[in-house]
């Protein structure tokens, strides 16, 4: 079955992160959508409906269903999608969900409600419903590799999951507001104290001594310490020493120096502004926490402070004592607004990966050189 994710005109909503990527191949939870969906539908061949420059690594296909990638699926709404035929809509209160054919014929969904993410901030507060479907997704059925016996737990011990080769030691779990989900060869390191939910992919790792509150989520490969508070990472990036980061949403391949601190609340506790990639300027939210979400391939420098919202583009490499500006577009050198040369920021990324046995392709520096020559 092929099923396509639909960006649902949500690209800028999502930006930066989407800036690289489309909008079902954002992490939630445990998982991406494009993950979920081939978790969920066996046979599933997943493809993409986004930004025509993105299509150079994710292509779209004919004769596919269309999905709102916006929408986290669950069983029944699954279920009622692959039944879909002809020319079929299927449709909640006014919110499409799937679409085949021409669509002509509208069916309304009757199920469970699904999950929708509209704008990027939502990604980290609803994380935490998320990634608890996502934890009964993965491990019904399963069984965990043993704890090791050296840790303090608080809750349900089965609310707690290792994949094979997971590592754990001298630790506090806390699952008494959610699950705690450790993926192959992740590792919690001594001393650290853990409140869930949390969600660590393939190969992530909480450093010694970490603080994590508040549904927070460790993509693949990402490692992290200090203090952390209802943060989603994307992939291979890491925030390895102390430092407060809360309520925010990390790209990939990202770098916080030591000591880098968000603040995630204005100080007359007011509700945020934050900047807007489809206005281009800031605009008022009804939230009062937000910290900082960071597009792919940006760095901080040691000490460096976010001010509450802050919002970083893609490749963007910041240091200095001051506060940089609450919105830094994508290839900034520093905090002067100086430019990113584009071949010494391929080198750099480079350099990363290949720590991790990894090279930008043909196809990705294609997509950062049109982010690069579009940004302002």
């Given at each position: ?6 960006d ?35 046979d599933?061949?997943?493809s ?24 986290i ?23 499409w ?8 014929i509208?069916i ?28 009964e ?9 043993q ?8 809750g ?9 080769g ?18 192959k ?30 549904a927070t ?8 310490g200090?203090?952390v508070?209802?943060v989603?990472?994307?992939a ?12 925010s ?16 609340l ?18 008022q ?23 509450t ?32 040369n584009?071949?010494k ?13 990894l ?18």
């Amino acid at each position: 079955m092929n099923i396509q994710l639909h960006d649902n005109n949500k690209h800028l909503e999502f930006a930066p992160l989407t800036l690289t990527r489309p909008v079902g191949d954002l992490r939630i939870g445990i998982l991406t959508n494009a993950e979920r969906w081939k978790l969920m539908v066996k046979d599933a061949n997943i493809s993409f409906e986004t930004e025509d420059y993105l299509a150079v690594r994710f292509p779209s296909v004919s004769n596919a269903i269309n999905v709102n990638a916006c929408m986290i699926p669950n069983a029944e709404v699954v279920a009622a999608i692959t039944r879909l035929k002809g020319n079929e809509e299927l449709v909640i209160d006014g919110n499409w969900l799937a679409k085949s054919g021409t669509g002509d014929i509208i069916i309304d969904y009757k199920g469970e409600r699904p999950v929708f993410i509209n704008q990027r901030w939502e990604i980290f507060q609803k994380n935490d419903l998320v990634l608890k479907a996502d934890f009964e997704l993965i491990t019904k059925g399963r069984t965990s590799v043993q704890l090791s016996p050296t840790n303090t737990i608080i809750g349900d011990h089965q609310q707690i999951f290792l994949e094979e080769g997971a590592k754990v030691e001298a630790s506090i779990l806390n699952t008494t507001n959610g699950p705690i989900y450790i993926g192959k060869n992740a590792e919690i390191m001594e001393g650290s104290i853990v409140r869930g939910g949390l969600a660590m992919c393939e190969e992530s790792a909480l450093k010694l001594g970490t603080k994590v509150y508040g549904a927070t989520t460790l993509g693949p490969h990402c490692k992290v310490g200090g203090e952390v508070n209802n943060v989603v990472f994307q992939a291979y990036s890491n925030k390895g020493h102390d430092g407060f980061l809360g309520n925010s949403v990390i790209g990939e391949w990202c770098n916080l120096g030591a000591d880098t601190n968000t603040s995630n609340l204005k100080n007359n506790y007011g509700l945020i502004k934050t900047y807007s990639f489809r206005t281009k300027k800031q605009e008022q939210t009804d939230l009062q926490f937000m910290g900082l979400v960071m597009g792919d391939h940006a760095k901080s420098g040691i000490n460096t402070m976010f001010n509450t919202a802050t919002v970083v583009g893609v490749f963007s490499n910041l240091f200095g004592a001051e506060f940089p500006d609450k919105y830094i577009p994508s290839f900034q050198w520093g905090t002067s607004g100086e430019k990113y040369n584009f071949e010494k920021a391929i080198e750099s990324a480079n350099n990363m990966m290949e720590r991790r046995g990894l090279q930008l392709s043909p196809e990705e520096i294609a997509v950062l050189k049109h982010i690069a020559d579009t940004s302002k």
